[in-house]
């Protein structure tokens, strides 16, 4: 079993930066392909950034050049570091993880509670 707990959320005017972390129990985090997924109010949830446990990482074209996920196994923790935020990448976050399969797959066997990222004009 594997909890995670997201933090970092918060109101950001557009055009600003956040830092969103996850923190994950365990002793085999090393092992887990993490994942960050967004959903907004009226859509479906969506993926935006992936980690494999070799440190591959894909993004969604949207957050490319913006987003950056990083992980740190000494201290079980992956981030999302936010910047250049626009009004749409306002939503939900949650943090995600899995063993096997693809980052940008959908199948994750863990996920957090989500965090809430606001981004005003």
């Known amino acids: 079993q594997v909890q995670l707990v997201e933090s970092g959320g918060g109101l950001v005017q557009a055009g600003g930066s956040l830092r969103l972390s996850c923190a994950a129990s365990?002793?085999?985090?090393?092992?887990?392909?993490m994942g960050w997924f967004r959903q907004a109010p009226g859509k479906e949830r969506e993926f935006v950034a992936g980690?494999?446990?070799?440190?591959?990482?894909l993004y969604q074209d949207s957050v490319k050049g913006r987003f950056t996920i990083s992980r740190d196994n000494a201290m079980n923790t992956v981030y999302l570091q936010m910047s250049s935020l626009k009004l749409e990448d306002t939503a939900t976050y949650y943090c995600?993880?899995?063993?096997?399969?693809?980052?940008?797959?959908?199948?994750?066997?863990?996920w957090g509670q989500g965090t809430q990222v606001t981004v005003s004009s």
């Open positions: 980690i494999s446990w070799i440190g591959s990482i």
């Open positions: 365990g002793r085999t985090f090393s092992n887990y392909i």
């Open positions: 995600a993880a899995k063993t096997r399969g693809a980052v940008v797959s959908h199948d994750y066997d863990y």
